[in-house]
């Protein structure tokens, strides 16, 4: 990436806000789950990063996997449909699951998890997402960790795309469609 990239709007969230509130998340989770040891389910590909340095800001002994899931493709709305790309390694029986995402938007792709996830019987399951915008009628879904509340922008950097772009951008800016 380059910051010259006219797509490469206002940066929204900067390094160095990632890296305080990714770790207010990390020691949040640290303490809530004390004793424990969390089972991050990363959604791919948009939570990659965001997985990466909250495991590291958890100190617990966590286990990782990821799903990927896409709901969006290279389009920048939803297509309203989920499709399972590549499911978990292991079973969840018993484990307290932490699922990991970049942002939550329609809630399309986390509703669909949080069932799907539910029905294999965790001990506890739980979400953590990065970004959430604003609620324009999915509902309440339980996000029990939140980053940041954005605005209704369309937003690349930190793990989100378009048309798999701009995923290495290290802080969050908004996407200029008009230039
Ligand atoms: C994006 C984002 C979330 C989801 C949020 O993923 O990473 O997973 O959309 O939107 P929603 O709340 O409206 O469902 P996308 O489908 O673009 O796949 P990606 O993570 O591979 O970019
Ligand atoms: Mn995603
Ligand atoms: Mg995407």
Redesign the pocket.
Known sequence: WSLDDPHIGDVLISEADLRARVGELGAAITKDYAGRAPFLVGVL??AFVFMGDLARAIELPVAVDFMAV?S??SATRTSGVVRIIKDLDVELEGRDVIVVEDIVESGLTLRYLLTNLASRNPASLAVCALLRKPDDGRGDLPIAYVGFDIPPAFVIGYG???A?RYRNLPFIATYREDV
């Open positions: 590909k948009g896409s969006y493709g989100l795309d378009v798999e």
